[in-house]
């Protein structure tokens, strides 16, 4: 009877959904306030980071107004030699802006070069020329 009696309070120990008095826990630096104050106007660190912000999407967007283009001109070529040169474009702007452009990932610029590669080689083109070109923005 003894263990019948102690087992609850075992299992209540056990428990990690009991409290155990630690009740005043999250009552710091008014954590649990209900009301909040507000800024009226954002400060000076968020006013920089904003301009930083704005700067870093107006350099995106002019370097994905030279890039796309670029690419269209890869995805559009009708020969080797065509790719090859338009290949060698691409690196040439990866090279620039040391990286590709933000928000396409490498994956996604192999797989998008990948579909080029398999519309050509149906053709008859992407011969080792084009192969050895296409691999060097891997490394």
């Known amino acids: 009877a003894a263990v019948a009696a102690a ?27 209900a009301e909040q104050s507000y800024l009226a106007e954002p400060t000076a660190e968020f006013k920089e980071a904003e301009k930083q912000r704005a700067a870093f999407r107006a ?4 370097f994905r107004a030279i890039w796309d283009p670029a690419f269209q001109k890869f995805v559009d070529a009708k020969s080797d030699p065509d790719r090859i040169a338009a290949l060698e ?3 040439k702007l990866i ?9 396409l990932k ?22 080792t020329d084009t192969e050895i070109a296409d691999h060097v923005h891997v490394r």
């Open 106 to 127: 490498l994956t996604d610029f192999i797989t998008l070069c990948r579909r080029v590669k398999g519309r050509a080689v149906q053709t008859g083109g992407w011969k």
């Open 89 to 91: 474009g691409l690196q």
């Open 7 to 33: 087992a609850p309070f075992s299992a209540r120990a056990l428990n990690p959904m009991v409290n155990k008095g630690k009740s005043g826990r999250y009552d710091y630096d008014g954590f649990g306030d």
């Open 95 to 103: 090279l620039a802006n040391e990286g590709l452009p933000s928000g």
């Open 59 to 62: 350099k995106t967007a002019k």
